[in-house]
């Protein structure tokens, strides 16, 4: 499987030694996890060579102005024009500058987190981070409410918010944004083509009716230096995951990192059957042709990480 190498600072941190088939239970058990802060450090030094997460979160409005042209990243040939309500919303300094949490949380969007009373303990973290604005309210119990950072891909408006077609889908996304209260709304403005309109009309939105949000828009680079640092470290992701990048991210500022939601399998520990989301009915696609994800695989290597220590993977009940 996937195995961590502690021996020597330069040696890569996860090596994967051989393709068999994966074996899905987590060990060491819940109880008997110990941190390790020397591998964590470790891996935040191997990761600064590659990117700078207090940089690559965000592009700042200094490096840009209304006009200028991007191409993006996944389909070079197309370009979009930096809009002027695009660079009104550019922060102007990272929204991470000099933060240093104890712990983060970071939850995946997995069906595993429902019934699994991890909500409080996920409130507990210093810093909580979710993906593609999922809903929290109505899975409080599971899930937890804290919200530091959001990732919203431009997909998001298309599959939970019926692509804002009436005033209805407009006031439910409006309703979600204002819920999000200050926090940190992540939107990769630059990765695909296909997002062009749907970022706008957030945009818009967020601009119109002054939304309390801090809008981030990561780097041009961040993509293929998170690739790079994995594919350096022998995990042969071809795009790696919103939840991978928060961890690859999170490394540079915080001291513990927690999972939840991370389980890409249809069955869990005990052979139950897990929803892909615990809020919709999206199915498994990754295992498809078409999916340019390869979640199993980066389990794998957070699965090889939490063994070690380096973080934590919770895919069961807290306690
Ligand atoms: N995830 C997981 N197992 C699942 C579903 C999600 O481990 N069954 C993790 C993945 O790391 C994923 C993150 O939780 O990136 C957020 O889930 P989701 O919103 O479904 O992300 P994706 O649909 O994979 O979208 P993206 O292309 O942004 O990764």
């Given at each position: 499987?996937?195995?961590?190498?502690?021996?020597?600072?330069s040696?890569?941190?996860?090596?994967d030694?051989s393709?068999?088939?994966?074996?899905?239970?987590?060990?060491?058990?819940?109880?008997?996890?110990?941190?390790?802060?020397?591998?964590?450090?470790?891996?935040?030094?191997?990761?600064?060579?590659?990117?700078?997460?207090?940089?690559?979160?965000?592009?700042?409005?200094?490096?840009?102005?209304?006009?200028?042209?991007?191409?993006?990243?996944?389909?070079?040939?197309?370009?979009?024009?930096?809009?002027?309500?695009?660079?009104?919303?550019?922060?102007?300094?990272?929204?991470?500058k000099?933060?240093h949490?104890?712990?983060?949380?970071?939850?995946g969007?997995?069906?595993v987190l429902?019934?699994s009373?991890?909500?409080?303990?996920?409130?507990?973290?210093?810093?909580?981070?979710?993906?593609?604005?999922?809903?929290?309210?109505?899975?409080?119990?599971?899930?937890?409410l804290?919200?530091?950072?959001?990732?919203?891909?431009p997909s998001?408006?298309?599959?939970?918010?019926?692509?804002?077609?009436?005033a209805?889908w407009?006031?439910?996304?409006?309703?979600?944004?204002?819920?999000?209260?200050?926090?940190i709304l992540?939107?990769?403005?630059?990765?695909a083509?296909?997002?062009?309109?749907?970022?706008?009309?957030?945009?818009?939105?967020?601009?119109?009716?002054?939304?309390?949000?801090?809008t981030?828009?990561?780097?041009?680079?961040?993509?293929?230096?998170?690739?790079?640092?994995?594919?350096?470290?022998?995990?042969?992701i071809?795009?790696?995951?919103?939840?991978?990048?928060?961890?690859?991210?999170?490394?540079r500022?915080?001291?513990?990192?927690?999972?939840y939601?991370?389980?890409?399998?249809?069955?869990?520990?005990?052979q139950?059957p897990?929803?892909?989301?615990?809020?919709?009915?999206?199915?498994?696609?990754?295992t498809?042709?078409?999916?340019?994800?390869?979640?199993?695989?980066?389990?794998?290597?957070?699965?090889?990480l939490?063994?070690?220590?380096?973080?934590?993977?919770?895919v069961?009940?807290?306690?």
């Amino acid at each position: 499987g996937v195995e961590v190498v502690i021996n020597g600072s330069s040696s890569p941190a996860v090596v994967d030694r051989s393709n068999e088939s994966i074996k899905h239970n987590i060990q060491p058990a819940s109880a008997k996890w110990k941190h390790n802060q020397t591998l964590s450090l470790r891996i935040r030094k191997q990761i600064l060579k590659f990117l700078d997460a207090e940089k690559d979160i965000s592009v700042l409005k200094g490096t840009l102005k209304p006009g200028d042209i991007i191409h993006y990243i996944f389909d070079r040939d197309s370009t979009m024009n930096v809009s002027q309500n695009l660079y009104e919303l550019l922060p102007r300094t990272s929204p991470l500058k000099n933060k240093h949490f104890r712990t983060c949380a970071i939850v995946g969007n997995s069906g595993v987190l429902l019934n699994s009373g991890c909500g409080q303990e996920i409130d507990t973290h210093s810093f909580v981070i979710r993906c593609n604005l999922a809903p929290v309210q109505e899975y409080a119990r599971d899930v937890g409410l804290k919200t530091d950072l959001v990732t919203m891909n431009p997909s998001v408006i298309q599959r939970a918010f019926e692509d804002l077609v009436n005033a209805t889908w407009r006031e439910k996304l409006l309703q979600r944004l204002h819920s999000l209260n200050g926090s940190i709304l992540w939107i990769p403005a630059f990765t695909a083509r296909g997002g062009k309109e749907r970022v706008e009309w957030v945009n818009e939105l967020i601009l119109k009716h002054r939304v309390n949000v801090r809008t981030a828009y990561p780097s041009l680079r961040l993509l293929h230096a998170v690739r790079g640092y994995w594919l350096t470290n022998r995990v042969h992701i071809k795009r790696p995951t919103t939840g991978l990048l928060m961890y690859t991210l999170a490394t540079r500022f915080c001291n513990q990192i927690y999972l939840y939601g991370f389980w890409p399998f249809p069955l869990d520990q005990n052979q139950n059957p897990v929803k892909y989301h615990y809020y919709d009915s999206l199915k498994y696609g990754y295992t498809s042709q078409a999916s340019p994800h390869t979640m199993p695989l980066e389990f794998k290597a957070l699965k090889s990480l939490h063994e070690q220590g380096a973080l934590k993977l919770t895919v069961g009940q807290c306690d």
